[in-house]
């Protein structure tokens, strides 16, 4: 498997390729030492803090390099070395909206515009809620396992603060992969896979508010398999209007190719791992885990949503997920008129 082969590989072939994973050198974390405190209130605000302005030539050539791995390489990007011990909260949200900022634009998570999302167990932390714009958005916000899914953006960002007891294991799958499997075994299903199904969310189209729209699993951008695939939305439609036999048969084999030992990887972020994935050609899901009792130990995850300057095209039928299509358009996201 080479470097330059896309997001093709199967299962533990992705730890043998040195796109993958990078790691902070003392010359980023120098770089980063330079970044100005910043309070938590002026974070996300430009005409206070303006992020772009910062000389970080450093941190730009990284951001490259993280880039250049999910849209030609393997889809993911593990970046380690932040010193998480040395940062209190405050610190460490600035310097991952730094580094973010220089892979991409962030786009918003919630109704409410929030460009940065602390995913915890809710109920255990007591602290901030979840949003309420769709039931799926609650799952991640508990201990439970997620099964594959994608997320409303180009590129999804995490950085981890505190890590559980135990589980919460990271799993992803290559999208194209899962796809020639379907192809190879049962390519009637795949045709009905590029096929609209109804989902259950609201989105601006045409002008129009729709609580319901159609949208494919798959399609095709620039010759490679792409993916935007999220069943609690289908089978939140499919309440209303039943799916078919063999549509049903179709997302369930779907989801049991992604879920293939051999095709998938598991592993775990540790505090200090900052993960940038390509949401169009990786899947992701996560495991159930077993937190600290104690809420300021309890696991923490930042994340980001991110579009990119050197995203594909995506196919039309793509529209109500991202919005504009167009490659290195800013798009997807969570808009206003998604809350309740």
Not at 54 to 83: F, Q, T
Not at 122 to 145: D, G, I, L, N, V
Not at 167 to 186: C, K, L, Q, S, W
Not at 308 to 328: E, I, K, N, Q, Y
Request: net charge negative; with cysteine; proline share 8%.
């Amino acid at each position: 498997m080479h470097a330059d082969s896309g997001p093709t590989w199967r299962g533990r072939e992705l730890f043998d390729r040195p796109d993958w994973r990078l790691d902070l050198t003392p010359a980023h974390l120098a770089a980063l030492e330079t970044v100005p405190m910043v309070e938590p209130g002026d974070l996300m605000q430009p005409e206070t803090f303006d992020s772009a302005r910062l000389d970080l030539p450093a941190i730009d050539n990284l951001a490259a390099s993280i880039r250049r791995g999910m849209s030609r390489g393997p889809g993911l990007v593990l970046l380690r070395g932040l010193p998480v011990a040395r940062f209190g909260l405050d610190r460490l949200r600035t310097l991952f909206w730094v580094i973010a900022n220089r892979v991409g634009t962030p786009i918003p998570q919630t109704p409410k515009g929030a460009l940065m999302f602390s995913i915890h167990d809710a109920q255990a932390a007591k602290r901030e809620t979840a949003p309420r714009s769709a039931h799926y958005q609650r799952s991640f916000m508990t201990r439970s396992s997620l099964s594959f899914h994608t997320d409303h953006c180009d590129v999804i960002a995490f950085l981890c603060v505190r890590q559980a007891v135990s589980g919460g294991e990271n799993y992803f799958v290559a999208a194209p992969t899962v796809h020639d499997m379907i192809e190879r075994y049962r390519p009637d299903l795949l045709e009905t896979l590029y096929r609209p199904f109804p989902h259950a969310r609201r989105v601006m189209i045409d002008g129009r508010i729709h609580d319901l729209y159609l949208q494919p699993v798959f399609g095709r951008a620039e010759g490679l398999p792409v993916v935007s695939f999220l069943r609690p939305l289908i089978d939140a439609a499919a309440a209303q209007t039943p799916l078919t036999v063999g549509r049903e048969e179709a997302l369930d084999f779907f989801e049991a190719a992604a879920e293939f030992p051999e095709l998938h990887v598991a592993f775990r972020q540790e505090p200090g791992d900052l993960l940038f994935v390509n949401n169009t050609v990786i899947l992701h899901a996560r495991s159930a885990f077993v937190d600290h009792d104690d809420p300021s130990q309890a696991r923490n995850l930042l994340r980001m949503w991110l579009s990119v300057p050197d995203s594909r095209t995506l196919p039309a039928s793509f529209a109500p997920t991202f919005g504009d299509v167009t490659g290195g358009a800013v798009r997807g996201g969570i808009q206003p008129w998604e809350g309740d």
